[in-house]
């Protein structure tokens, strides 16, 4: 591994050909753990099943990298909320990454956005990390809770502010 570190608190490094690239950096360190109603967790499973089959076309050969996959667990597990979007989250560049940074400053809680068009590798890993073919893609408590759909669905139901309470306070 040439000496690269997968990870550290300063952001998720992956390993490319002994070198290693930074993509992100200057993260809050925060820990969170999360234990979903059985009502969102189903609705997860229904919508990943839906969508497997593209997931795995866009995918199809390419096999996540072990560094990159071990890189972002510990990114997501090192944070409560992470949202992977396209821009950030001062300035997202589409609507849906948007309305989920919308919806998460409307509720006032600290949160980490990752810019996914910043680097190739990791936004083609990302979509096969959580079999989710789109973005934004966000965490919360170190699980993958879903799009902006989703995110728009739990806020207007009130669940999601139970769901960010218990990932903040654990």
């Not at 993509?23 to 839906?50: A, E, F, K, P, W």
Request: glycine share 10%.
């Amino acid at each position: 591994m040439g000496g690269a570190r997968m990870a550290q608190k300063q952001g998720i490094h992956i390993l490319q050909k002994n070198k290693t690239t930074s993509v992100v950096g200057n993260l809050q360190q925060m820990h969170g753990g999360l234990s979903r109603s059985v009502c969102i967790r189903q609705r997860l499973i229904d919508r990943r099943t839906r969508s497997n089959s593209t997931s795995c076309k866009a995918t199809e050969g390419g096999g996540l990298p072990p560094e990159l996959k071990n890189s972002i667990d510990d990114f997501i597990q090192e944070n409560a909320i992470v949202v992977f979007i396209k821009g950030t989250k001062e300035m997202p560049m589409c609507g849906f990454s948007n309305t989920v940074v919308q919806i998460l400053n409307s509720m006032d809680v600290p949160y980490v956005s990752v810019n996914i068009l910043d680097n190739d590798m990791l936004r083609a890993g990302m979509k096969e990390y959580s079999m989710w073919p789109t973005f934004p893609q966000v965490y919360i408590g170190g699980e993958f809770y879903g799009g902006c759909d989703i995110m728009i669905e739990s806020y207007q139901r009130g669940e999601l502010h139970e769901v960010v309470e218990i990932a903040l306070n654990s």
